[in-house]
T-cell receptor
Framework: RKEVEQDPGPFNVPEGATVAFNCTYS??????FFWYRQDCRKEPKLLMS???SGNEDGRFTAQLNRASQYISLLIRDSKLSDSATYLC???????????FGTGTRLKVLA | EPEVTQTPSHQVTQMGQEVILRCVPI?????FYWYRQILGQKVEFLVS????????KSEIFDDQFSVERPDGSNFTLKIRSTKLEDSAMYFC?????????????FGPGTRLTVT
């Protein structure tokens, strides 16, 4: 099983749609979880950390399910500018290492 | 807003040559990282650096690679004898104090092309 696994997509959605991505991780001792977005040939940009209680930032909501070892990202009212690759990132316990998923591509269509 | 900077943005080198990639992390950050991303593939951890020493490295980070923080601001990645397969984007990242924030912030990357 891959350490961090994501559906590569692409997810093609119309503007205004709601879209959700999941990510699973294999190390049950993982401590920190993040969503980053990456535009083509650019650096990953932090979208949000994911907390155990779930958290929201505007149109973006992140959830963590430790029992099932997955995190999710929900984007409401999709904008054209949301088109990007969304990276799930996990940090293990007692480690400095951050593991990236392969990313899920999102295309928001006009 | 403070940001991580990297130079050069693009480096072309011949196989067997040494390259040094430079990064200036966010000024009050304490943990520094290098990652690489081969075109079309995922971001891969290379090395983390804390308190002037390597704290963790991946299998990719072999004897050809080294890191240094030569002064209070720069953080460098050296590849001693480049191979074709070293062609990739190299990202530097930094983060603040453990227990305060584990959020990493990335520089814009250096595209390394080995010919």
């Amino acid at each position: 099983r891959k350490e961090v696994e994501q559906d590569p997509g692409p997810f093609n959605v119309p503007e205004g749609a709601t879209v959700a991505f999941n990510c699973t991780y294999s190390n049950s001792a993982s401590q920190s979880f993040f969503w980053y977005r990456q535009d083509c040939r650019k650096e990953p940009k932090l979208l949000m950390s994911v907390y155990s209680s779930g958290n929201e930032d505007g149109r973006f909501t992140a959830q963590l399910n430790r029992a099932s070892q997955y995190i999710s990202l929900l984007i409401r009212d999709s904008k054209l500018s949301d088109s990007a690759t969304y990276l799930c990132v996990v940090r293990g316990s007692g480690t400095y290492k951050y593991i990236f998923g392969t990313g899920t591509r999102l295309k928001v269509l006009a | 807003e403070p940001e991580v900077t990297q130079t050069p943005s693009h480096q072309v080198t011949q196989m067997g040559q040494e390259v040094i990639l430079r990064c200036v992390p966010i000024s009050n950050h304490l943990y520094f990282y290098w990652y690489r991303q081969i075109l079309g593939q995922k971001v891969e951890f290379l090395v983390s650096f804390y308190n002037n020493e390597i704290s963790e490295k991946s299998e990719i980070f072999d004897d050809q690679f080294s890191v240094e923080r030569p002064d209070g601001s720069n953080f460098t990645l050296k590849i001693r004898s480049t191979k074709l397969e070293d062609s990739a984007m190299y990202f530097c990242a930094s983060r603040g104090l453990a227990g305060v924030s584990y959020e990493q912030y990335f520089g814009p990357g250096t595209r390394l092309t080995v010919t």
